[in-house]
Structures are given as C-alpha cells and as structure tokens.
C-alpha cells in the first residue's frame, strides 16, 4: 500500500492525460445547504474517490474557491466537475431534464426512509445530503426517489454529513459494480 504524507496529497496533481482516461461513473452528489466548508472539500474527495460525474452544491454552501474548501479536498475541487445550484429542488429538476431515469436518493432519517443496504439502486443516480443539523427540507425530501438512511445503535442518531455520504455511497458503488 502506498502512504502519503500530508504534504504529498496537498501538492498532487493529476496529469490531464490520466484525467481524461478516468471513467465517470453515473453517480451525483448533490449538497443542499452544508455549511461546514471542511465536509464540503471531504465531499470533493468523495467525489473524487469513486469518480462521481459531478457534485452540485446547492443554497448557503460555500462553493470553490475557498481556503478551508481547497484544503480539506486536498485540491480535488481542481479536476472533480461541480455547479451551483440555487436549491436541491432546483438541482433535481435539472437534473432529470439532463438525465433520463435518474434515481434520486436522499440521505436522511424520515418516516419514509429505508436502511441505505436495503435498496437496490438503479443508476445514473444522484444522493443528497443536506445541512448538519437540519438535515434535508421537506421539499427536497418530496423530490427525492427514495430515503436512505443509516441504522444507529447508540445514544446519538445521526452521524457527520460526509460520513453518512461515505457510508450510502460506497453501498452504492458496490451495487454498480456488481451490475458492471
């Protein structure tokens, strides 16, 4: 395994011949109102990590070029393609006029949701996570597909909005690969 210090990965960048060879995978993530500039650049990494075609940043989110943005997505926000959006509900009607059959997956604890293992997903797809302590409005919750949630076992029932991103995507990315 290789193991980069912390310097290395802020001073990476990708040669643009490997950038173009990199292929997209149908997955978009939408970030409606995060505030936290250090989950939005972890987002990035996300992002960057599965190959998701774009992410979209949507309402008070800070968008690139930020300083703590830059920092926490080790310069991913250079090569990862992103857009604003005024709102999530914008960025998912958009999106389903870009997109036939787009699967919209919010990420968040609701009455309707279901545990994030327990769906099948479909693809292209986009999953939305929404503010740290407000989690996603109940429109973008009406504009969703479907909810996914993560199961919590403790005294505490949520977890960090990059983490719970993490932990629906990766279960997203199995299933694609499995159809792949």
């Not at 990199?22 to 250090?38: A, M, R, W």
């Not at 250079?78 to 036939?100: N, T």
């Not at 479909?122 to 949630?149: K, M, Q, R, W, Y």
Request: net charge negative.
């Amino acid at each position: 395994m290789v193991k980069l210090g912390a310097s290395e990965l802020r001073t990476t960048i990708p040669d643009p011949n490997h950038l173009k060879q990199i292929k997209k995978n149908p997955v978009y993530l939408i970030i409606d109102n995060v505030l936290d500039t250090y989950n939005i650049g972890a987002i990035f990494r996300l992002a960057d990590a599965v190959a998701a075609t774009r992410v979209i940043i949507c309402g008070a989110s800070e968008v690139p070029p930020h300083t703590r943005i830059k920092k926490a997505s080790i310069n991913t926000t250079e090569w990862v393609d992103w857009k604003y959006s005024p709102s999530a509900v914008d960025a998912i009607k958009d999106l389903r006029l870009e997109i036939k059959d787009i699967q919209v997956v919010g990420v968040e604890l609701d009455k309707k949701s279901k545990p994030y293992d327990q769906i099948d997903y479909s693809f292209p797809a986009a999953l939305v996570v929404g503010h740290e302590s407000n989690g996603l409005s109940h429109e973008t919750i009406s504009a969703c597909d479907i909810i996914a949630e993560i199961p919590m076992w403790g005294v505490n029932k949520s977890m960090n909005v990059m983490v719970s991103l993490a932990v629906v995507l990766f279960e997203v990315m199995k299933q694609y690969r499995e159809l792949s």
